[in-house]
């Protein structure tokens, strides 16, 4: 036999008539919903046209293109900067941060490293001296680390934060001061001798040992340095910050210890100190005034006696500050241990995490197992650590998912018949959503939309599995071209069947996403429209580059060869065998009788050589009744949609030389149409299905007041790590957060000390605010200035007294009388600034506590300038810090008279402890109480608002719910509205809806029973399933549209057509998904991967059980009915239809197969006055004058001609 033709050429005789746009769809009668549907099915009939005439050069741009973008993932940008990721973007804290860091810079004023213990055994009580040395070790093996970078050995004594370092005049003591001052160790170690090993300076003096803080008692080393130097200034100093002898006044844990000092208040008795007594109240660092720990900053699940003393506690915890990047730097900038190294800020970075990650380790491992305490430890690089391997790609998931979904694919299409197998087709396909991924997130990083962790993590497995549901639906569809389509056209009547599907699902994923856009976070914005991108290219991978694939398959299988192995010949390959009925004559149709059954012989010889004879033989007709059907004789009526069937069977005398399975005759689409239809349609059935999913839309309303809003860190760290073990401890017992309430510029704070002193009295009155010891004034910088003032004050009234201060002179008072003295004859008049005689007249303070406005900058600057150590207890932070000023009590120029005043504040803080802030409530209650504070605050012209952490990441949640509805009603109507344009059908698009905002309710619902919290990710999971419903239903409705008959019968046919790659499509997104089960996060698993795969399932549910029901009861009217009217003329009747059997001869010659064609020809009685038919099936019709003999034409179409295209 001849090789058949290739596509491109007509075949021989190939007359086309003229085509419309919608064969299946008289002229002229068409409603404008119709035509305008058949209008777009035209474009999409030419497209597929023009992309089948040119697949090679369509498939080689294609590749191109897509292969160019995906180049842009070089420039991909991973973000892991919580802030960048969390802070809702331009609301009310992004524009507070973006002050913050305006007058202070991007960092912090330090970084935390912490260290936890805890008990073995729950519950035991860890106020023992045993348990305390236990900690002690850990403590001191971390103190103790070193690291060596640019050949340097870096310790803790050099990077630590140091509060309040003093400038003093004495060279020798200032140097002292320098190796000696202790680094901020927040410890319950500080309550006893043993806090000074933590500290790891020392100084030397001629003739004494190496003094370190084990060993120093500033009281003693004053005294016996008093004789050689002016010390009487930095005496003052220590007297105010209430140093005293420091940590060898304190007890000692081990009073056995050889180094124990003899000033210690147990060193003589040898007695082990009450640990629960010396820690109550807290501890402090080496200044008592300054450096106070509270209890609940060093220990955590406390019991207390009916009359509030300490009893017990469960864990400790020590904190150690180190300083930040920028402060590291400046603090070694010039300093000859970095000349030599080209010092500066990413260097100092790199120390500080070499260190943290020592620190992490050895602390970790400073216990043995088997001892009865456990240490967990902490620190801030460990975070981004997290984030950064949150944030990696894992790219054995990646291959192990897109292998299993190629094999998915592959063996799905694969087929005994190799003229029907679609395997290669279906690795082509899951190969070029691949691509068009990978050049979507390319176009994303050219576009600078950084990625994040659900980038990374989710997306590639999400768009894969979203984006092979359409290649399913193609090649489904491509299989399953009518009867009689010309070859030349195969591509464009499949885009033009499944066309409107893929856009219209494709757009409602895009619009899902972009909506999903809505929610202000950065990480989850960036994630959505990245989706939406994704989606964008997947759609035109597949309606544009995916049809060329099936173009070429096309090719090979009309040239016989092999699936996948495309290079061999098919042993065993069918060939598409139209059969025509030819015109009865004179025989005579009764008047009723509207079904013919018509036998044709046509063999199949299959010789040696692998070549095919066909032979038809003229038909032998008479009437039969119809066979019997699960849903009766309306599935073989004339106005059905089912495909012709064509089969092989085996000869009965001999077995044919080819031949199918029996198994390959059963699939889907006959599960669904003598099975799954016939049953889901019976009328009880469909009470049974509406009273479940009424029970399940009942039950998630329930779930849904179940959920609870939340993302705490420890959903997102993996479980079983120590890295969540350290999280889960320090949730427990030490659930503090360090805040801020910040006062801005705008106003004038000299004249509103009052509205700013009431500011923080209603501030430190909410229920989450830690409160100060009693014996303690509030740890502020407004107070702590106020009290100084009142201090020096009170010098300068008995200086005053005693005649060591007079009018003109005041070298013989004391150093805070003399700095009053300064103070006091200020007039803050830059003419006049001098005036003595407000001496006696006027107070620092006045009666109200207030300072005099006049004097307020001036004062500040003093302030600042003399007690370093209040100032850095306060954490103010000025801006404009004010400026240096050294007091000299011996200046006789007077030019030390002249203090400068500093400029207006625009920038300062109040420090404060927020505690029990366990669940999302608390939270919640916390920031809303200080935002109702500082709106109060600006009723009385302050400008002010709250820092930290909790109101960084903790706010989105006064309005994620509003935003979570907003965009899910939005989306919806954006849904009905795409639907009701690309269907023109409302009644169909508000069923669509419903659906989908059931799904939308009960995804929610089963959240709240899986105990999974609403966050922003939840969030755009929930928008994103009302786009990614749209995949399970549009398919089911469009069937059911373009069908006839009854709404039992059109709802069946629907199933019948989407039954097969709608549940391809859902599998294909669950092993799409199946990779994230895999993740070491159990954040992915529980929020992307479960959420994700309930989300898959209630799809399929709803569009293959509930929809359906729904349709077959409320479903809107068929598009096309069958009508009569006056005609002049008999129109041809509709095209095969599975009703009538083409049967055969019981007998076949040798080597010959059988093949039965199924085929329905409806024949109408003799015209009636007024009677015409309006066909709308999607078969093309074919006419008794249209015979081989009449016409010369063995095809059945009435399409016409491929466009031509250039």
Avoid at 248 to 274: I, K, M
Avoid at 600 to 608: G, R, S
Avoid at 879 to 900: A, F, M, Q, S, V
Avoid at 1121 to 1132: A, D, F, L, R
């Amino acid at each position: 036999m001849a090789r058949p033709p290739p596509l491109g050429e007509l075949p021989p005789g190939y007359t086309p008539p003229v085509r419309s746009a919608a064969p299946q769809i008289l002229p002229g009668n068409l409603r404008s919903p119709l035509w305008l549907r058949a209008y777009f099915q035209g474009l999409l009939f030419s497209l597929g046209c023009g992309i089948q005439r040119h697949c090679g050069k369509v498939l080689f741009l294609g590749l191109l293109a897509f292969g160019a973008l995906a180049l842009g993932l070089r420039m991909a940008i991973i973000e892991t900067d919580l802030e960048q990721l969390w802070v809702e973007a331009g609301s009310q804290v992004s524009q507070e941060l973006h002050y913050t860091k305006e007058k202070l810079g991007e960092e912090a004023a330090y970084t935390s490293q912490m260290l936890i213990q805890t008990a073995r055994q729950e519950g035991e009580n860890i106020l023992t001296p045993e348990a305390l040395g236990l900690h002690l070790q850990a403590a001191l093996a971390a103190s103790k680390v070193q690291v060596s970078l640019y050949g340097k050995s870096w310790d803790l004594n050099k990077i630590c934060y140091k509060s309040g370092v003093p400038l003093i005049e004495n060279g020798m003591i200032e140097r002292m001061i320098e190796k000696l001052f202790p680094c901020v160790i927040l410890t319950p170690l500080d309550c006893f001798w043993e806090g000074a090993k933590l500290q790891g300076g020392s100084a030397y003096l001629p003739g004494r040992p190496d003094i370190q803080w084990t060993n120093l008692d500033p009281e003693q080393l004053l005294q016996e340095l008093g004789p050689f130097t002016s010390l009487e200034g930095f005496q003052e100093l220590l007297d105010k910050a209430q140093v005293g002898q420091a940590y060898v006044g304190r007890p000692c844990l081990h009073p056995d210890d050889l180094h124990c000092p003899p000033s210690a208040p147990n060193h003589h008795s040898r007695q082990a100190p009450n640990v629960a007594q010396e820690l109550s109240g807290g501890c402090h660092g080496f200044s008592h005034k300054f450096m106070h720990w509270q209890e609940e900053l060093l220990l955590g699940g406390m019991v207390r006696d009916s009359q509030g003393q300490l009893l017990r506690a469960e864990a400790l915890q020590s904190t150690f500050l180190l300083m930040s990047p920028r402060q590291l730097y400046e603090h070694f900038r010039g300093d000859y241990q970095t000349h030599d190294i080209g010092w500066n800020e990413l260097q100092a970075g790199t120390v500080l995490q070499a260190w943290q990650r020592r620190f992490v380790q050895l602390a970790q491992e400073a216990l043995p197992e088997n001892a009865s305490q456990q240490i967990h430890a902490f620190s801030s690089t460990t975070l981004d650590d997290i984030l950064r391997a949150f944030s990696e790609v894992s790219a054995a998931r990646v291959v192990g998912g897109y292998l299993l979904m190629l094999a998915y694919a592959c063996v799905t299409m694969l087929r005994w018949d190799c003229a029907q197998s679609q395997g290669a087709v279906g690795l082509a396909g899951v190969l070029l959503v691949a691509l068009a991924v990978a050049s979507g997130l390319g176009l994303c990083a050219l576009l600078g939309i950084n990625f994040n962790a659900a980038t990374t993590q989710v997306l590639p497995f999400l768009a894969l599995g979203i984006g092979v549901d359409d290649i399913f639906l193609l090649a489904h569809a491509f299989t399953e071209a009518p009867p009689g389509t010309a070859l030349q056209e195969r591509t464009g009547e499949c885009l033009q069947r499944t066309g409107t599907s893929v856009a219209l699902t494709s757009i409602s994923n895009m619009v899902a996403f972009f909506m999903a856009a809505l929610v202000p976070i950065p990480a989850l914005r960036a994630f959505s429209l990245q989706a939406a991108i994704v989606v964008g290219c997947n759609f035109a991978a597949v309606m544009l580059v995916f049809p060329a694939i099936l173009s070429l398959d096309l090719h090979r299988r009309h040239c016989q060869r092999l699936d996948v192995l495309c290079c061999f010949s098919s042993p065993c390959s069918a060939q598409v065998i139209q059969i025509l009925p030819q015109e009865l004559g004179d025989r005579t149709v009764p008047v009723g009788i509207a079904h013919l059954t018509a036998t044709v012989q046509a063999f199949t010889h299959c010789d040696a050589s692998s070549q095919h004879v066909v032979t038809i033989l003229p038909p032998q007709a008479h009437l039969a009744p119809l066979p019997s059907d699960p849903l009766g004789s309306e599935l073989f009526g004339p106005g059905g949609s089912t495909r012709d069937l064509l089969g092989q069977e085996e000869g009965t005398r001999q077995k044919a030389a080819c031949k199918s399975l029996p198994c390959n005759r059963w699939n889907l689409a006959h599960f669904a149409h003598y099975h799954f239809a016939p049953l889901l349609l019976h009328s009880h059935t469909k009470a049974v299905v509406l009273v479940l999913f009424g029970a399940l839309l009942g039950l998630s309303l329930y779930g849904a007041t179940l959920v609870q809003d939340g993302l705490a860190l420890t959903d997102v760290v993996p479980r079983g790590t120590k890295e969540h073990a350290f999280l889960s401890t320090q949730l427990r017992y030490f659930s503090l957060y360090e805040v801020a309430l910040v006062t801005q510029g705008g106003f004038d704070y000299a004249h509103s000390q009052r509205a700013l002193f009431d500011l923080h009295q209603r501030f430190s009155s909410l229920k989450a605010v830690l409160p100060p010891p009693a014996t303690q004034a509030p740890r502020t910088w407004l107070h702590y200035y106020r009290n100084w003032l009142q201090g020096i004050q009170a010098a300068f009234d008995q200086d005053w007294a005693a005649g060591r201060i007079t009018l003109h002179s005041y070298r013989n008072g004391s150093e805070d009388g003399a700095l009053a003295y300064k103070l006091l004859i200020q007039t803050g008049d830059a003419q006049e600034p001098l005036d003595f005689s407000q001496l006696t007249t006027r107070k620092l303070v006045d009666k109200d506590g207030l300072i005099p406005p006049e004097l307020f900058y001036v004062g500040l600057t003093v302030w600042v300038s003399s007690d370093p150590l209040g100032l850095a207890a306060s954490q103010a932070n000025f801006y404009p810090p004010p400026p240096e000023w050294l007091h000299d009590k011996y200046d006789t120029t007077g030019e030390n008279l002249r203090i400068p005043v500093a400029q207006p504040l625009e920038f300062a803080q109040f420090p404060f402890l927020l505690r029990g802030l366990q669940k999302t409530e608390d939270f919640v209650e916390a920031i809303e109480g200080a935002r109702a504070a500082c709106m109060e605050a600006g009723q009385a012209g302050v400008r002010a608002y709250p820092s930290g952490s909790p109101f960084l990441f903790w706010e989105q949640y006064l309005g994620l719910r509003r935003c979570f509805l907003l965009a899910v009603c939005i989306l919806l109507v954006c849904t009905f509205l795409v639907c009701a344009l690309l269907l023109l059908s409302p009644w169909t698009a508000g069923l669509i809806v419903l659906v989908l905002a059931m799904m939308t309710v009960e995804l929610f619902g089963i959240m709240g029973f899986l105990g999974i919290k609403l966050s922003a990710i939840p969030v755009v999971i929930l928008v994103a399933s009302v786009g990614i419903g749209v995949e399970f239903t549009v398919h089911v409705v469009l069937g059911f549209l373009s069908a006839q008959g009854s709404r039992d019968l059109r709802a069946a046919r629907a199933l019948e057509h989407t039954f097969a790659p709608v549940t391809d499509g859902a599998v294909s997104t669950l092993l799409g998904l199946l990779m994230l089960a895999g993740s070491n996060f159990d954040f992915i698993v529980r929020y992307f991967f479960v959420v994700l795969a309930i989300l898959t399932l209630l799809g399929l549910l709803h569009g293959l059980v509930l929809l359906p029901v729904l349709l077959s009861i409320l479903g809107p009217p068929p598009e096309v009915v069958q009508m009569y009217k006056e005609s002049p003329e008999v129109p041809s009747p509709l095209a095969p239809r599975g009703g009538l059997r083409w049967r055969m001869s019981p007998t076949l010659p040798q080597s010959f197969a059988r093949v039965t064609a199924s085929m329905t020809v409806t024949l109408h009685p003799p015209p009636l006055p007024g009677a015409y038919i309006h066909p709308a099936s999607e078969e093309p019709t074919w006419s008794p004058a249209t015979t081989p003999a009449a016409s010369g034409s063995s095809s059945l179409s009435s399409r016409g001609p491929c466009p031509a295209t250039g």
